[in-house]
């Protein structure tokens, strides 16, 4: 069975230009995550979606970011315009069941922003 | 507030010591899981295990092994006959009314 597949793996970007990632979730979880990891933060929850609808997105750092989940199989997280203190690992995740459960991580997508 | 302190950054080790890698949690709510995930130098997080707040039992698996106690607010894991592939970074997450990540601690294991 396919994983969590995120794209772009790396991105590269300079200052000021928008920047789309993109994650396709497990078939069938229902929950979806995205996540920050860096140095100095550590591993931060930004936002996550059950059914598709944004349930909490108090760990988006600011209005420059955004994330949507247009169905079950797709969810991009977007930062315009970007900033070099926005280049990080990010990583989504997705899970199923109403219960916590394990989260299924993808492989990242390490972004710099020059 | 909830938060996750995993005191220890680093633990350097030689193959097949036993190892402890501890994590103390902090929440207010009775209801809560915790989990340990393990970060290879690959980059992708790997869940080991899930603990819920009624379930104090221990567990193993492998040489894996848990020790969750309530009244220390501890969730510890050791590693037993260290291998190098276990060299990697380890979190530990509490999940209640949010979720929260410790910052992790490196271990290297030496051949």
């Known amino acids: 069975d396919a994983g969590v597949i995120q794209s772009p793996r790396h991105e590269v970007t300079e200052m000021g230009q928008e920047v789309t990632l993109r994650c396709k979730p497990i078939?069938?979880?229902?929950?979806l995550f995205w996540y920050r990891q860096t140095m100095m933060r550590g591993l931060e929850l930004l936002i996550y979606?059950?059914?598709?609808?944004?349930?909490?997105d108090s760990g988006m750092p600011e209005d420059r970011f955004s994330a949507k989940m247009p169905n079950a199989s797709f969810s991009t997280l977007k930062i315009q315009p970007s900033e070099p203190r926005d280049s990080a690992v990010y990583f989504c995740?997705?899970?199923?069941?109403?219960?916590?459960?394990?989260?299924?991580f993808g492989p990242g997508t390490r972004l710099t922003v020059t | 507030a909830q938060k996750v302190t995993q005191a220890q950054t680093e633990i350097s080790v030689v193959e097949k010591e036993d190892v402890t890698l501890d994590c103390v949690y902090e929440?207010?709510?009775?209801?809560?899981?915790l989990f340990w995930y393990k970060q290879p130098p690959s980059g992708e997080l790997v869940f080991l295990i899930r603990?819920?707040?009624?379930?104090?039992q221990n567990e193993i698996s492998g040489r894996y092994s848990w020790n969750f106690q309530k009244s220390t607010s501890s969730f510890n894991f050791t590693i037993t006959a260290s291998q190098v592939v276990d060299s990697a970074v380890y979190f530990c997450?509490?999940?209640?009314?949010?979720?929260?990540f410790g910052a992790g601690t490196r271990l290297t294991v030496k051949p």
């Open positions: 979606f059950n059914n598709n609808v944004p349930i909490d």
């Open positions: 929440t207010r709510d009775t209801t809560y899981y």
């Open positions: 078939s069938g979880h229902d929950y």
């Open positions: 603990r819920n707040s009624f379930d104090e």
């Open positions: 997450a509490l999940i209640a009314n949010d979720m929260r």
């Open positions: 995740a997705s899970s199923s069941g109403t219960v916590p459960q394990e989260q299924y």
